[in-house]
């Protein structure tokens, strides 16, 4: 953590390497992947809330649901498939879903609970946010970017070529951090209305 003259306010280890951009809660809490779990620190001391761990490598970065849900992705690039883990604001597991290949893709959530995002098996997902559940799939190419919401509901993703998605959402979630660097224009905070 930076402040805006420059100089740390303060650092906090989350394993050997960190791979995946922060998003930040409602509440301040920093959340971002680790080489080895998933880390909640406290904004303002960098004291860790939490960690969760099966394992994996994280490269994926967080975004997060109305209801403060945690969607991060997960996987090895030489082991084979990855996943999409679903986490509590308190760190424990709400569900699990298992794609083709790794994910590098951030989630992006949609105002009605779906949850979009890409694999590097070359498929992108749209998840039921509640239950994990499949909702489609659509093959691409290799997919590492992340998904963007329109204000219409459309899906726009990268995967060898930029696809636009008819979602049955309406736009994206309302929530602190529905994708990656929070908002469409990437600011990394909210713009005015």
Known sequence: AIKPNGTKKWASNAGEEVGS????GSDGTVYIGGSD?????????????????VGSYWESSPAIGSDGTI????GDHEI???????????????????VEGS???????????????????????ALDGNKGTKKW?????????SPAIGSDGT??????????????????ANSPWPMFSQNNQRTGRKMPT
Do not use: H, M, Q
């Open 21 to 24: 951009s922060p998003a930040i």
């Open 37 to 53: 779990g998933v880390y909640a620190l406290d904004g303002k001391r960098g004291t860790r809330k939490w960690k969760f761990n």
């Open 71 to 74: 969607y991060i992705g997960s």
């Open 80 to 98: 084979g498939n990855g996943k999409v883990y679903a986490l509590n604001p308190n760190g424990t597991k709400k569900w699990e879903f298992e």
């Open 103 to 125: 994910v590098e893709s951030c989630a992006a959530i949609g105002n009605d609970g779906t949850v979009y995002i890409g694999s590097g098996g070359g498929k992108v997902y």
């Open 137 to 145: 799939e659509l093959k691409t190419d290799w997919v590492e970017s």
């Open 155 to 172: 899906v726009y993703i990268g995967g060898g070529k930029v696809y636009a998605i008819k979602s049955s959402s309406s736009g994206p």
